[in-house]
């Protein structure tokens, strides 16, 4: 313990301590009688324990501390500021987390004079904060808006932070502004409306302002005499700002400026007024205008020649590439200029700028070849050119410069033979080439001659005209985890080599030729999305998969293959989507199916299971999954933390990174209301269905379908169920597409179901359904084509009265036999006078051999011209 004694740092986060029973005063006591004196303790972490206000009047001896962090502890209601009182050296106190409203404060509070930082976050309150001299942050609170109004005592105050607390209305005039000394303001994702104060201009000081994500609308007039900002940021607001940038034109120490999703304002051409500032950093994208015109590129960026990151993607600036970006702009790093109009050749000079490390000009108009010249960019890292009107073939120079990790060239004109681009690709990661017109067969090409590359982990060669046999090298690609080589003219088997690739995670075979069964040993561990469908596979599904247990997405629709579905399909337990449509399968459908607790999507229609639909299908959850990978918070750290922009850059570019690093992004299609639809991304993540249509299943519906309270879709058309349509179907809520026609069901339609108030298309057309049809809420809605073929229903959709079918049925006993008995007679008389018709013929023809013979004539004619007929019509 002697070499404790002096220590200063102690950590006792996450230990579910309630109460300090061998901490005592200023020693920590332990179970030998031992103590350890903490006098010298600077830093005390209590984070994430169950201590309760009292846990000040067990640490106030430690004079000597500078930081104490107790958030997401227990305490609660008011803090009395006495007890803080000995913390005389204390500088940072984090309290955030808590259920705390505020403090009591006393005249006579002599603690906390050298305070700089106070956290808070999540505090429920709507006074004033008693202290000065602060960083205060009240991040994650709700806030009353008149806070602002009271926190103009402050007058030393520095940084003032109010992200995310749920601030409504319009920023007062008065009070708030008094801060003169205030450096940096962040009131970003609040709904903050209106336009901007005047009192603005009373905060001289500011170096960082950040009002983003809120609804401020108008100019920026306020902020023209807030000279000292470096950094700005105007984002996702509904500010009108003029294409000069005018109100920020004297701003000499702006480097970061961030004003996306506003209204860019179209000024006169020659309007040539030179800012003092030199931008770093400046990210312009979404900026339209309201009659959504090709725009001109602000005249300010002229001027500008110390730029490191420029974005400004899908702003329908129109004209060349302005290459006099990178001219003027030795120290670029990144230019985002995507979605926008830009048109000609890329004319880059023969010695680009070294610095740049990634380019986007996807979705524009761009003609010509790509340039050999951007393989000098040695430090060209990503490279985008997608979506424009690109001609001739890839540099090989490009595809093998070392630096670049991902280049993508989707959705061009392209052409020549794509095996050299792959093979070249020594130190490329992600090689998207989808959407061109690359050709030839891939087999065809002696790979001995190249160094194999070992880096690539995506490749997307998908809607290209590529032909012939899949290749067996692609096999040795041992990092590779996404292929697409969807919808192009591939054939014959899926190559066993393909069982090497260990780390796939993405495989898209769909909308080929191919043939054969799938390699029983193909079973990547890390295997999530699978997509086979509409090719010529057959067979049964064997073992292929079965030790896939991360597949997610098991698409193989639209093929040959038979049996049935395996009892090793329990084995998925991350399976969300089942696609089986349109095979030979057969059989009936597992219970092991009801154990798959991820499944949201079963689509087994035309196939021929056989047998009742299990029950247990109803135990289903059919999950949503809400569980998103969210982006961070771009203007969540304050400005004053971004030394040399590096944070800042990196949160921005996020976003645009991730979307870039992978496009291979998960979709489905899924029938429903009568259509095919295709699902990805976050729609994916919400829809649910089944569909069994088109089998020949049997029984009753299951009562336990009602059970599925999140789907979304229910097929059981086509099939021979019998039986009534369960009341349970009423619990459906988010139902949109229920189709239960062209079975045997009978019995009315439950009118419970008026209730589905989501439901968009039903159909119980060609049963045999009895009673009025439902006409409240949605039924009233539907039209005649969802009941027809069902001869007892009644409604004014199918124009019978449902009074005339009441009448009929309320006819007296006595009526009722009396018609039976007439009926009877009626029978009994008509089959005797046809039995003395047979006889009688009979009779003729053995007496008389003349009529004999020609009866037999006549029948024999008669066969000879039906076989004739019938063979015709087998021929025509």
């Not at 809607?463 to 046999?469: C, D, P, T």
């Not at 190559?495 to 769909?510: A, G, H, I, T, Y």
């Not at 570019?653 to 295709?678: A, D, N, P, Q, R």
């Not at 229903?793 to 007296?812: E, F, N, Q, W, Y």
């Amino acid at each position: 313990l002697n070499n404790l004694k002096f220590l200063k740092t102690l950590d006792l986060r996450w230990n579910q301590m309630e109460s300090f029973q061998s901490f005592k005063g200023r020693y920590l006591y332990f179970d030998d009688g031992k103590k350890l004196e903490l006098t010298h303790l600077e830093e005390h972490n209590l984070e994430a324990n169950l201590f309760h206000n009292s846990v000040f009047a067990t640490l106030n001896k430690l004079s000597n501390l500078k930081s104490l962090s107790i958030g997401f502890n227990q305490l609660n209601g008011l803090i009395d500021m006495k007890d803080l009182d000995t913390f005389t050296n204390l500088q940072k106190l984090d309290m955030s987390g808590n259920q705390l409203r505020g403090f009591v404060v006393h005249k006579e509070n002599k603690g906390l004079k050298k305070l700089k930082v106070l956290r808070l976050q999540s505090i429920v309150t709507d006074d004033s904060i008693p202290l000065e001299n602060l960083e205060i942050n009240l991040d994650y609170s709700r806030l009353n808006i008149n806070i602002l109004q009271s926190i103009g005592v402050f007058t030393s105050l520095k940084t003032l932070s109010l992200y995310r607390c749920a601030l409504i209305g319009s920023l007062p005039d008065h009070r708030w502004c008094d801060l003169r000394n205030l450096q940096v303001l962040d009131v970003s994702w609040n709904a903050l409306e209106g336009m901007l104060p005047h009192c603005f201009s009373n905060l001289t000081s500011l170096r960082e302002l950040d009002i983003s994500n809120n609804r401020f609308s108008g100019n920026l007039t306020p902020l023209a005499s807030l000279t000292s900002l470096r950094a700005i940021s105007l984002s996702s607001n509904h500010f009108q700002i003029p294409n000069s940038f005018v109100p920020l034109a004297n701003f000499p120490n702006l480097e970061v400026l961030l004003a996306d999703e506003n209204k860019l304002e179209m000024e006169p051409s020659f309007h040539t007024l030179v800012p003092k500032f030199q931008l770093k950093f400046i990210s312009l994208s979404k900026c339209r205008t309201s009659q959504q015109l090709s725009l001109e590129l602000p005249t300010f960026l002229y001027y500008q020649n110390d730029l490191r990151f420029v974005d400004l993607s899908q702003n329908n600036f129109s004209g060349t590439v302005p290459f006099w970006l990178f001219e003027n702009n030795t120290k670029l790093e990144d230019l985002i200029l995507k979605g926008n109009s830009f048109t000609g050749p890329l004319t880059l000079l023969s010695t680009p700028n070294s610095n740049v490390s990634s380019i986007d000009m996807s979705d524009n108009k761009i003609q010509g070849n790509i340039p050999p010249c951007l393989s000098v960019m040695k430090n060209l890292s990503m490279l985008d050119l997608s979506n424009n009107q690109l001609a001739g073939k890839v540099p090989q120079e490009l595809v093998r410069k070392s630096s670049l990790f991902l280049l993508r060239l989707s959705n061009n004109n392209l052409n020549g033979n794509v095996v050299p681009v792959i093979l070249n690709a020594n130190g490329l990661q992600k090689l998207y080439l989808d959407g061109n017109n690359f050709s030839g067969e891939m087999t065809n090409f002696d790979v001995s001659t190249f160094q194999f590359p070992t880096s690539l982990t995506d490749i997307d060669l998908s809607n290209n005209r590529l032909h012939g046999k899949l290749p067996r090298w692609i096999g040795n690609m041992s990092l590779l985890e996404r292929l697409d080589l969807s919808n192009n003219g591939v054939e014959g088997s899926i190559p066993v080599e393909f069982c090497n690739l260990n780390n796939f995670k993405f495989l898209d075979l769909s909308e080929n030729n191919l043939s054969g069964s799938i390699p029983s040993c193909f079973n990547p561990p890390n295997l999530e999305h699978v997509h086979l469908h509409n090719n010529r596979l057959g067979g049964p599904l064997s073992l292929a998969f079965n030790k896939s247990t991360s597949l997610v997405t098991l698409d193989l629709r639209g093929n040959n293959f038979t049996g049935g579905i395996p009892k090793w399909i329990d084995t998925l337990s991350s399976l969300s989507v089942l696609l089986l449509k349109a095979n030979h399968l057969q059989g009936r459908i597992p219970v092991q199916l009801c154990t798959l607790n991820s499944l949201s999507i079963i689509d087994l229609s035309q196939n021929r299971f056989s047998g009742p639909i299990p029950s247990c299908l109803g135990n289903l959850t059919l999950p949503m999954n809400k569980d998103k990978t969210m982006t961070p918070d771009l203007m969540s750290p304050t400005f004053s933390e971004l030394d040399e922009l590096k944070l800042l850059k990196t949160g921005i570019l996020f976003e645009h990174m991730m979307h870039s690093y992978s496009y291979m992004k998960e979709s489905v299609e899924f029938t429903i209301k009568s259509g095919s639809f295709s699902y990805g991304g976050d729609i994916l993540e919400y829809m649910s269905g089944i569909d069994l249509s088109c089998n020949e299943l049997t029984g009753q519906i299951p009562l336990e379908l009602g059970n599925l309270r999140e789907i979304h879709s229910l097929n059981l058309s086509r099939n021979k169920l019998v039986g009534v349509i369960p009341s349970s179907f009423s619990k459906l809520k988010q139902i949109e597409s229920l189709d239960l026609s062209y079975n045997n069901l009978s019995g009315e339609i439950p009118n419970q179901l008026v209730e589905l108030n989501s439901l968009g298309v039903f159909s119980v057309a060609h049963n045999n359904l009895s009673g009025s049809i439902p006409e409240q809420n949605q039924f009233g809605t539907f039209i005649e084509s969802s009941y027809e073929g069902n001869p007892f229903l009644c409604g004014p959709i199918l124009h019978i009265s449902c009074s005339k079918t009441s009448s009929t049925s309320t006819i007296s006993d006595d009526e009722r036999e009396d018609s039976f008995l007439d009926t009877y007679v009626f029978c009994v008389s008509f089959l005797a006078s046809y039995v003395v018709m047979l006889l009688t013929i009979v009779v003729i023809l053995y007496i008389n051999p003349y009529w004999r013979g020609v009866w037999f004539s006549f029948v024999r004619k008669c066969i000879t011209s039906c076989r004739y007929s019938t063979v015709g019509n087998l021929l025509g």
